[in-house]
């Protein structure tokens, strides 16, 4: 801050010199908070738009033939849920059931396993073609 204020050295007394370090004063307390605060709502929107852009950065997981999309023969939850088991290993155990938002999306089974280091958890997800019952892949989601 000492070289912002050193050509401020001296006479206050005019009004002119009180408003360039007023000036200069504002702009760093603007830019400052303003830069951190652009960087919160930018994380924020990520945050709230995440299912959205996870299906357009991983379409080959997230998304199902269109044609098939066009069918209304959705397999029971009891096979879909058979699926998504015969590809948990033996120490995993099922979390979650999440449905598709919108017909052209795969259901995922979210499942949790032991790790290596035995104080933490993985986390995987496993997405089911709703119409064929098969696994169209899965990845892990967190490492705890």
Do not use: C
């Amino acid at each position: 801050m000492r070289s912002i204020f050193r050509r401020y050295q001296g006479d206050w007394s005019t009004p002119q010199k009180r408003r360039v370090l007023w000036f200069t004063i504002h702009f760093w307390l603007g830019w400052v908070p303003g830069l951190v605060f652009s960087l919160i709502g930018l994380t924020g929107s990520l945050l709230v738009f995440w299912p959205e852009l996870d299906v357009w950065m991983n379409p080959e997981l997230r998304t199902v033939d269109s044609q098939m999309a066009g069918e209304n023969d959705v397999r029971s939850l009891d096979d879909i849920v058979a699926a998504a088991e015969s590809v948990i290993p033996p120490d995993g155990t099922p979390y979650a059931l999440v449905f598709p938002r919108f017909p052209d999306t795969t259901f995922a089974v979210t499942y949790g396993r032991p790790a290596p280091n035995p104080e933490q958890q993985e986390w995987h997800e496993i997405f089911v073609n709703p119409y064929t019952a098969h696994v169209q892949g899965q990845r892990l989601m967190l490492d705890l």
